[in-house]
Every structure is written in structure tokens, then in C-alpha cells.
């Protein structure tokens, strides 16, 4: 139980992938509290699984859009102990629109959930860990912000590819306090909201084919990852971006 006596904060804790990494991190000793957007009885099932492990749960209701709400979810989480392992997960390209038709509110929207939140986020926890000397940020991107992503998502891109930026800024200035801060970069998964109203089957189908390893990938070798970089045998790991998405960088 690497993790064992370690406190986890992660953002959109109810999707297919932010659930997988909290069963993970829990899994490997982990206490987790996790963030979610809308479903409580999803989220309360989520808590359940993580006592059902024997460790510590609480479900915190937030809007990530909003600025206020990102702060208040980092000052909350801490009232279950101090955070040791914060996992920026929650993110979505919200809707396809094409670059064409962005606009400001649309950008607002946007930039506030895939990299504002996890700014300000970083902004409550890091200081209490450096003030431990230890800590863990994990920000999870997306192969958008290297590969830009189709016409419809530049702005989810465009944020994720913010936040890459962000995570090296944050890696330098924290590593010499004892804060380690990476990101890791799934490819396609099998989740959901893909599956649902960001991608057709025909779409998916398509971007299975561009995919060495011939699949899609599961929530669970996103979490698995998580959970393995959050612990010690990750330590010498600093500012890099683990990509996770069956060899897509190789075509």
C-alpha cells in the first residue's frame, strides 16, 4: 500500500476516468476526495467503493467554470486532512464548435474548466505542501494539446496545451521544495461522454485505426498510471508528461 497514510484530491472524481483514478489511488492506500459536477448519486457510489477499500471518502459538489467554485472545492477538501496528492482531472472540450464560431463566453467556458481550475486549485493546495516539503500535482492533458485536435475542439486544445505549459512552469519552481508536478496525456478512451455526444461510432472506429496497439484504451490504464506517479517509485519523475494512448505517437 505505497500510498497508505496519504490524503488525494481529485477533480471530476465521477467520470469514467476521474472514478478510475480514484479507485486507484485508493486501492493503493490512498484516503481520496474527489470533486464531481452534477451527479450526487453517481459521486455518493464512488465514496461508498473507496470506505469499502478501508479508506477515507467525501464527495465535494462543484462547478470547476467557475472561478470561486475551483477555490472553494481546494479550501474543503483539506478539512478531511492535508493534501498530499492532488490529480487535476476534470476537463472536457464542453461541446464541438468550430474554430470559426468561437467566442469569448464559449473560451471563457473553457479555459475556466481545462485551465483556470487547475491553477487556482494549485494555488490553495501547493503552498501547504511546500510548506511540508512534499507533495504531488498530476495534471492529466490530453494528446489535443500535441496533436491539436479536430477543427471542433481548438479550444479544448488550446487549454490543454496551456496547461502542459503550466505544468513545467509549476515543476521548476516547486521541485526544489519538494513538490513534484507532472501531467499525463491520455489518448482515446473508452469512456462515456466519448462514446456519447463528443464522438460518433464512426469517428471512434476511425480513430481506433490510427491506434498501433489496434484498441481504444480503458479508464482503468489511466488510473493505474495515476496511482503508480503519485507514489515514491515515481520520484526522480519531475515535469514530464507520461503518454498514455497505445502508441498513437509512433505513427
Known amino acids: 500500500m505505497e500510498l497508505s497514510g496519504r490524503t488525494a484530491l481529485v477533480t471530476g472524481g465521477t467520470s469514467d476516468i476521474g472514478a478510475a483514478i480514484v479507485r486507484a489511488l485508493a486501492r493503493h492506500g490512498a484516503d481520496v476526495v474527489f470533486q464531481y459536477h452534477r451527479n450526487a448519486a453517481r459521486a455518493q457510489a464512488v465514496v461508498d467503493e473507496v470506505i469499502g477499500m478501508g479508506r477515507r471518502s467525501r464527495a465535494i459538489p462543484a462547478d470547476l467554470t467557475l472561478p470561486e467554485d475551483a477555490r472553494r472545492v481546494a479550501s474543503e477538501a483539506?478539512?478531511?486532512a492535508p493534501i498530499d496528492i492532488l490529480v487535476n482531472n476534470?476537463?472536457?472540450?464542453?461541446?464541438?464548435?468550430?474554430?470559426?464560431?468561437?467566442?469569448?463566453?464559449?473560451?471563457d467556458l473553457v479555459f475556466n474548466l481545462n485551465f483556470r481550475a487547475p491553477l487556482y486549485i494549485c494555488q490553495q493546495v501547493a503552498p501547504a505542501m511546500v510548506r511540508r516539503g512534499k507533495g504531488v500535482v498530476i495534471n492529466i492533458l490530453s494528446t489535443a494539446a500535441n496533436l491539436g485536435g479536430t477543427d471542433t475542439v481548438y479550444a479544448y486544445s488550446s487549454a490543454k496545451g496551456a496547461?502542459?505549459?503550466?505544468?513545467?512552469?509549476?515543476?521548476?519552481?516547486?521541485?526544489?521544495?519538494?513538490?513534484?508536478?507532472?501531467?499525463?496525456?491520455?489518448?482515446?478512451?473508452d469512456t462515456g461522454f466519448q462514446r456519447g455526444p463528443l464522438t460518433s461510432p464512426e469517428q471512434l472506429e476511425r480513430l481506433r485505426q490510427g491506434i498501433p496497439l489496434g484498441r481504444i484504451g480503458r479508464p482503468e490504464e489511466i488510473g493505474e498510471v495515476v496511482a503508480f506517479m503519485a507514489t515514491d517509485a515515481a520520484s526522480f519523475i519531475i515535469g514530464e508528461t507520461i503518454h498514455v494512448n497505445g502508441g498513437l505517437y509512433m505513427t
Open 163 to 189: 496547461l502542459s505549459t503550466l505544468t513545467r512552469a509549476l515543476a521548476r519552481s516547486l521541485a526544489p521544495q519538494g513538490v513534484r508536478v507532472l501531467a499525463i496525456s491520455p489518448g482515446t478512451i
Open 78 to 80: 483539506g478539512m478531511l
Open 90 to 107: 476534470a476537463g472536457t472540450p464542453i461541446r464541438r464548435v468550430h474554430w470559426t464560431d468561437l467566442d469569448a463566453p464559449f473560451l
